[in-house]
């Protein structure tokens, strides 16, 4: 009943920069924890940075400092600011709605190459 839906991914050379959105279909929007998670093949899928209803962050140690995740609740928007990107974190990234269970979006893949 959940529908989601992310964009933005593309092709950018290292030290580059995207920014990725997710609209959620569910109301209130507002309550739900979201996320952002990534995934290569042969490995499994891994929280890149997650926010809470009342806007507290989380972001893991690998992107600290360099991605930021972010809500607006009045458009049913989550999105994903990465910067200074590397070619390690190629992969596709999805969000997701809740934390018990997660919903999720079909996923948008980056590619960090020179």
């Known amino acids: 009943q959940v529908q989601i839906v992310e964009s933005g991914g593309g092709l950018v050379q290292p030290g580059g920069s995207l920014r990725l959105s997710c609209v959620v279909s569910?109301?209130?929007?507002?309550?739900?924890?979201m996320g952002w998670y990534r995934q290569v093949p042969g490995k499994q899928r891994e929280l890149v940075a997650q926010?809470?209803?009342?806007?507290?962050?989380h972001h893991a140690d690998s992107v600290k400092g360099r991605f930021t995740i972010s809500r607006e609740n009045a458009k049913n928007m989550v999105y994903l600011q990465m910067n200074s990107l590397k070619p390690e974190d190629t992969a596709v990234y999805y969000c997701?709605?809740?934390?018990?269970?997660?919903?999720w979006g079909q996923g948008t893949q980056v590619t960090v190459s020179s």
């Open positions: 569910s109301r209130p929007f507002g309550v739900l924890t």
């Open positions: 926010i809470t209803s009342s806007g507290n962050t």
């Open positions: 997701g709605a809740g934390n018990g269970p997660i919903f």
